[in-house]
């Protein structure tokens, strides 16, 4: 926790780390006063060049964020986890996507603070010190990443909580807050914002499980919490961001372009509350960004060789996990798997955790040299392609159109598909044994538009003459898709490149059968 007092000797601290010598552009330095703290001098500011938005003004306080361990760690998290292995232009990370985040942030920001002065909105107008306060968050909103990104809080940790009930529930946001903490108690910020501005960065970030603390008493600014994590129609900075580093990255084309969403956005009231919104005109530019997100899934993030790569790095993952140590080399040191819950331990995790299991010692016991040759073997698999294989694939159609309840419950079904205790019959009829089944990993995989089933304009606010106005349905062209989720089950072979898989346990898989759903079989290996 940020401490509310801070001694003399500290304070001399925290103006010495914010003044210290840095990689940065150069920039004057000088000490600023109230009556000019929002107004820069054109040299006072820090000016990168970003491949996507080009040239890139800094304020002081996020350049002072930026030249933390805390931030500097991001350089070493991709930001695609194993996309690089099938499109290797996408090595980007972390580090460059969380400043473009911050820069958009701050034009939305100054697009609506626009509109808002020429509404003569006066109750919502936005000050220099929340425009701040959101490039602050765009820049942190990614700072509680692990290695690989996704990889490790959607595939890792939950495989290694199921085997550890005392880990923690976990989200990578949670760790973006803590990292937060940890920046704010190191640097000098107070010359331009509070500790209440930092909690409301926190809050731009992740929603309090109890609702949001800023602006409670002024329910007309949580328009706010649209710009950075949107979860009312994920439209955000965050996601205009990636959509177009991504693309530019993985050399795929895409037609959104966020400058003339961000130039058109305004804050309309709908019903009683205030929200971002776009003219209606603008749907189809809409449609097409979340077009763009299902297209990422479809040819990069899901690719069937990029999920491969990341299964055998979990499984490496996991192999070495109880023998890892962070900080690395120290004696009091957590494992990987609970190194979520210690920062000073969590700030060494990042993707080099690859090349800290290859200089693994193997120690005397039985189950740690297991453990980490198979890890190493892994690994080393990985850099000679001997991949993972997807042997087979079925498209799911759900019967009766189950609700989303239902459907987690189906869903968490075919992913425990391959637990040997299901088929235990079917297993000594056959001449099974489990070690046949441990070679195979099932994989669920879902396309969406970001909306799940539904309709991705279903929840954008849209205005007409600076009014609130419904998008009806059938004012949306005929030629959209009529549905929106698409649903696969994957099964990957664990076996080497001079080996085949099981025929009996492909025909189980191209087989299955289940009363709540239909299965068409959209890849086959024939043995």
């Given at each position: 926790?940020?401490?509310t007092i801070?001694t003399q000797?500290r304070?001399k ?6 003044t210290?010598?840095h990689t940065w552009?150069?920039?004057?330095v000088?000490t600023?006063?109230?009556s000019?703290?929002w107004?820069q ?6 000016i990168?060049?970003d491949?996507i938005w080009?040239p890139?003004?800094l304020h002081?306080?996020?350049v002072?964020v930026?030249?933390?361990?805390e931030?500097q760690r991001l350089r070493?998290?991709?930001?695609l986890g ?8 996408a090595c ?9 985040t911050s820069?958009l ?6 697009a ?12 919502l107008e936005i000050?220099e010190?929340e425009i ?6 765009g820049?942190c909103?990614?700072?509680g990443?692990?290695?690989f990104s996704h990889l ?10 199921m085997?550890?009930?005392?880990l923690?529930?976990w989200?990578?946001?949670?760790n973006?807050l803590?990292?937060?903490d940890r920046?704010f108690e190191?640097?000098?910020f107070?010359d331009?914002i509070t500790?209440e501005d930092i909690?409301f960065?926190?809050e ?8 949001y603390?800023?602006y ?14 949107n979860?009312?129609n994920?439209?955000d ?5 990636y959509f177009?580093r991504?693309c530019?990255?993985l ?16 804050v ?7 929200h971002?919104?776009?003219p209606?005109?603008?749907w189809?530019?809409l449609?097409?960004?979340?077009y763009t ?5 479809r040819?990069a ?6 999920k ?5 790095i979990t499984?490496a993952?996991l192999?070495?996990?109880k023998?890892?140590?962070?900080p ?5 040191g ?16 990042t993707?080099e955790v690859l ?6 010692p193997s ?6 040299k ?7 073997e ?8 001997d991949l993972?294989?997807l ?12 609700n989303?309840e239902?459907?987690?419950?189906c869903?968490q079904s075919l ?8 088929f235990?019959?079917w297993?000594?009829?056959?001449e099974?044994e489990?070690v ?14 970001g909306?799940?089933?539904?309709c991705?304009?279903e929840n ?6 600076d009014?609130?106005?419904e ?12 549905e929106f ?10 076996g ?5 898989p099981n025929?009996?346990?492909?025909d189980k898989?191209h ?5 709540w ?5 959209t890849?086959?290996t024939?043995?």
């Open positions: 926790m940020l401490k801070v000797k304070r601290q925290m103006a010495h780390h914010s210290r010598r552009p150069s920039r004057a000088g600023q006063t109230s000019t703290q107004k001098k054109e040299n006072s500011l820090v990168i060049n491949p080009g890139i003004e002081p306080l996020c002072r930026i030249d933390t361990p931030f070493s998290i991709k930001q194993g996309c690089s292995y099938v499109y290797p232009g980007h990370n972390r580090f460059e996507h969380s400043i473009g820069y942030a701050g034009c939305l920001g100054r609506l603070q626009k509109k808002i002065n020429e509404q003569g909105l006066g109750k000050s010190k701040l306060c959101l490039e602050l968050g820049l909103h990614d700072l990443h692990g290695p490790f809080d959607l595939m890792f940790y939950p495989r290694v909580k085997k550890n009930d005392d923690p529930r989200t990578h946001e949670d973006s803590k990292m937060i920046i190191s640097i000098k107070d331009f500790l909690e960065i926190k731009l970030i992740q929603k309090p499980f109890d609702g603390k800023t409670k008493n002024q329910p007309e600014k949580q328009f706010f919490f649209e710009i950075i994590a979860d009312l994920s439209i900075v965050d996601k205009w961001d177009s991504d530019h990255m050399g795929l084309h895409h037609n959104f372009q966020c400058e003339r969403t961000i130039k058109l956005a305004k309309v009231e709908h019903d009683g509350k205030w971002v919104s776009y209606k005109s603008e189809f530019n449609f097409d960004m979340y997100r299902f297209t990422l899934h040819r993030y899901q690719h069937q060789v990029v491969a790569v990341e299964i055998m499984d993952l192999k070495a996990d023998w890892l140590t962070f690395p080399g120290a004696k009091n957590v494992c990987l798997s609970e190194s979520v819950i210690d920062m000073n331990a969590y700030l060494f995790v993707d090349h800290q299991i290859r200089m693994l120690k005397s016991t039985e189950e740690n297991k453990d980490i040759e198979d890890a190493i892994i690994l080393d698999r990985i850099n000679r392609r993972y294989r042997v087979g694939e079925s498209k799911i159609t759900w019967k009766d159109q189950p989303q239902k459907k987690k419950d869903k992913q425990e598909w391959m637990k040997s205790e299901k235990n019959e297993m000594k009829q056959n099974i489990e046949d089944l441990k070679l195979y990993h099932t994989e669920l995989v879902m396309f969406s538009y909306n799940k089933d539904r991705p304009l954008v606010k849209f205005y007409q003459k009014k609130s106005v998008l009806r349905p059938d004012e949306i062209s005929a030629m959209l898709p009529n989720e698409q649903v696969y089950i994957r099964l990957y072979w664990k080497k490149k001079d080996e085949k025929k009996t346990i492909l898989f087989n299955m059968k289940e009363d759903a239909d299965f068409v079989s890849k086959r024939e043995v």
